[in-house]
């Protein structure tokens, strides 16, 4: 059986040219231990994005061609040309995760046959995608696509902040740009699991989404006393690790700052090395793409800061760590881990200029969905 369908492209020429396309692709016969899976269902993430677009100027955005051939150009700012050296010239598949139905199976992988399954990998924003069986878990039952299509990047990287906090003797969390699909999840989970967590937005509807779902502890960055707000919650909850998907600017640094303080208020003596509380800011994301801003005498010396990337956790936690934590995932797949998407849009409609505008703001609250069925 030789199947043939459509997969997104991104590739950076030697002159910084950006160029996204779709490319028709032939799928051969799966190997004995693969699949071949009708993608149904696909979700945009950030960590999408930083391989779709890489770092390309979105205010350069031209497009050549027409219907289904059409293309988006974009150009690379020569100054980061530097730090995509890696992959110019290579046609890159895009697309982390998706969820749908196996069509083809090898003589070991029968039994997924006519399944839906959810799946990562890369490669997923396309019509089909050949993958090893083991990359795949078939969803429970009443579950869709759609419900499946995120199960893997945030319900996993939910699971392995509490997971990473725990690991590191910390009580309680921080987390930024916390109205996200990502961070209800992980406020879902830190209410099952009795762990405190301070939860950082930028606007009162934010605010309220998390609410809604139980949060005790929820600040708004703009308000004019943000700092002292965060000081009082960081000493009421003992906080002492925070994940920051801004990445950017100054956040990162008033969390440290505050958790400073907070463990000041608690001390009985001073010492100019500050306070003898650890402090640990790990930056997961990108929101912001401005240099981070750290006036690192302004929290003492006991502090750290890193980046923190899943798959890398993943690693570290082992193989028995991960594998509960994928069980809980498809336990609490339509609860805990629901995900919900404000737009759902077709393949080729990915490189509509508008929506991939609309998209690439990676606005809190907005979520899209690619459905290759829609065209």
Same mark, same amino acid.
């Given at each position: 059986? *030789?199947?043939?369908?459509?997969?997104?492209?991104? @590739?950076? %020429?030697?002159?910084?040219?950006?160029?996204?396309?779709?490319?028709?692709?032939?799928?051969?016969?799966?190997?004995?231990?693969?699949?071949?899976?009708?993608?149904?269902?696909?979700?945009?993430?950030?960590?999408?994005?930083?391989?779709?677009?890489?770092?390309?100027?979105?205010?350069?955005?031209?497009? $050549?061609?027409?219907?289904?051939?059409?293309?988006?150009?974009?150009?690379?700012? /020569?100054?980061?040309?530097?730090?995509?050296?890696?992959?110019?010239?290579?046609?890159?598949?895009?697309?982390?995760?998706?969820?749908? &139905?196996?069509?083809?199976?090898?003589?070991? $992988? @029968?039994?997924?046959?006519?399944?839906?399954?959810? *799946?990562?990998?890369?490669? *997923? #924003?396309?019509?089909? +995608?050949?993958? +090893?069986? !083991?990359?795949?878990?078939?969803?429970?039952?009443?579950?869709?696509? !759609?419900?499946?299509?995120?199960?893997?990047?945030?319900?996993?990287?939910?699971?392995?902040?509490?997971?990473?906090?725990?690991?590191?003797?910390?009580?309680?969390?921080?987390? &930024?740009?916390?109205?996200?699909?990502?961070?209800?999840?992980?406020?879902?989970?830190?209410? !099952? %699991?009795?762990?405190?967590?301070?939860?950082?937005?930028?606007? !009162?509807?934010?605010?309220?989404?998390?609410?809604?779902?139980?949060? =005790?502890?929820?600040?708004?960055?703009?308000?004019?006393?943000?700092?002292?707000?965060?000081? %009082?919650?960081?000493?009421?909850?003992?906080?002492?690790?925070?994940?920051?998907?801004?990445?950017?600017?100054?956040?990162?640094?008033?969390?440290?700052?505050?958790?400073?303080?907070?463990?000041?208020?608690?001390? =009985?003596?001073?010492?100019?090395?500050?306070?003898?509380?650890? /402090?640990?800011?790990?930056? #997961?994301?990108?929101?912001?793409?401005?240099?981070?801003?750290?006036?690192?005498?302004?929290?003492?010396?006991?502090?750290?800061?890193?980046?923190?990337?899943?798959?890398?956790?993943?690693? /570290?936690?082992?193989?028995?760590?991960?594998?509960?934590?994928?069980?809980?995932?498809?336990?609490?797949? @339509?609860? =805990?881990?629901?995900?919900?998407?404000?737009?759902?849009?077709?393949?080729?409609?990915?490189?509509?200029?508008?929506?991939?505008?609309? #998209?690439?703001? /990676?606005? =809190?609250?907005?979520?899209?969905?690619?459905?290759?069925?829609?065209?």
């Amino acid at each position: 059986m *030789m199947l043939t369908g459509r997969e997104m492209r991104s @590739t950076i %020429d030697e002159d910084g040219v950006l160029t996204l396309s779709l490319e028709n692709v032939a799928i051969g016969d799966p190997g004995d231990d693969e699949i071949i899976v009708r993608v149904e269902a696909a979700p945009i993430n950030p960590s999408d994005l930083g391989l779709l677009l890489g770092p390309a100027d979105i205010a350069s955005l031209a497009t $050549a061609g027409a219907g289904g051939g059409a293309t988006l150009l974009f150009n690379v700012p /020569k100054d980061r040309l530097a730090g995509v050296r890696g992959r110019l010239g290579q046609s890159l598949s895009i697309g982390n995760e998706a969820a749908g &139905t196996v069509v083809a199976a090898g003589k070991n $992988a @029968t039994e997924l046959e006519g399944k839906r399954v959810g *799946m990562i990998g890369g490669g *997923m #924003y396309a019509d089909y +995608r050949r993958i +090893r069986a !083991a990359d795949v878990i078939p969803l429970p039952k009443g579950a869709s696509t !759609a419900d499946g299509a995120s199960m893997f990047v945030n319900p996993l990287t939910a699971l392995g902040f509490v997971e990473t906090a725990r690991r590191e003797g910390h009580k309680a969390i921080v987390h &930024t740009a916390a109205a996200s699909n990502l961070g209800q999840m992980l406020q879902k989970i830190c209410l !099952a %699991d009795d762990i405190p967590l301070v939860n950082i937005v930028r606007s !009162a509807e934010q605010a309220q989404i998390l609410r809604e779902i139980g949060a =005790t502890y929820v600040l708004n960055s703009k308000d004019d006393d943000f700092i002292a707000q965060l000081t %009082d919650a960081l000493q009421q909850t003992g906080a002492t690790i925070a994940f920051d998907a801004i990445g950017g600017g100054t956040l990162g640094n008033d969390i440290l700052q505050a958790m400073e303080r907070a463990a000041i208020r608690a001390m =009985t003596d001073y010492s100019r090395y500050g306070s003898d509380t650890f /402090k640990q800011l790990y930056i #997961y994301g990108a929101l912001d793409t401005a240099p981070t801003v750290l006036n690192r005498l302004s929290f003492g010396f006991q502090w750290g800061v890193g980046g923190w990337l899943l798959f890398p956790f993943l690693r /570290k936690a082992g193989k028995e760590v991960a594998e509960q934590m994928r069980q809980r995932v498809v336990d609490e797949l @339509t609860t =805990t881990f629901a995900s919900h998407y404000t737009r759902v849009i077709g393949l080729a409609d990915a490189l509509n200029p508008d929506i991939l505008r609309a #998209y690439e703001r /990676k606005a =809190t609250g907005e979520k899209f969905l690619i459905k290759p069925t829609l065209g």
